[in-house]
């Protein structure tokens, strides 16, 4: 562990882990969790939380005056709340649009969901330093197949649709680590506005478990990483959902398990829309 110990005291408690050498997970008063990859040349933050404290200091620590770049695993208000620090963000070309949704009002209303979620052991609603974003960021799209050269480390992105459309994953191979965002998750949120059809996730899960190169998953929310064995359970779930029948009018919301990992998802939204079959051909 070679973080600074006097990083807790001055940033508060934003909690650093180092995973990997010189590889930081950020856990942001359980609200969500960041990670930060140094490289020998630049580094590489994924996703800048909901923004409730002074975030780019923990990063301009663990960067050691190396440029770096930031990219949002998608724009979830978790993810992109935290944006008002940064003049440029990469972000998957259909999430451009969701993180401007990401407004006080809706990072407040967060905080106060997780803080019941969470049985009370995220940050205090009147603790978070949290401001009206003044300038929006440039977001700058990203597509599957770039890559942000660190110097001794490559990382690639794969774009993941299903949790919602534009998510991306982004993987290290001399690191063996796969930073998968929302996409793996053993309570996996399909219900959310923006989310795909179960058909398009289970796709994305297939794609992601068939590429070589990494033994971990490391997920946001989670305080340690999934195995690919985790990965397939998730996806054996997902399997599960398409062979069942569903009333296709039914306004609710359904939850199927299989071997302690679960997906809420709705049951109108379980196959492709026309439309979106339309989209593919
Ligand atoms: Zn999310």
Redesign the pocket.
Known sequence: MSVDKSLKIQLTDYDVKEIAPKIYKINEYNLSTMFVIVGSERALCIDCGTGVGDYKAVIEKLTEGKPYDMVLS?G?V??AGGREQFERIFVGEKDLNIVKEATLAYRRFYILVMRYLMFFKCIKFKDAIMKKVGKEPELIPVKEGFVFDLGDRKIEVFESPG??EGCLCFLSRSDKIMFSG?TFNPLE?MFLAHATSIEEYRETLNKILAIEGYDLLWPSHLKDPLTRKDGEAIAAAADKILKQKHNFFLPSIFIKSKNGYSIIYRPDHVRRKKKERKKQL
């Open positions: 998608h979830h978790d993810h949790h919602t929302d949120l």
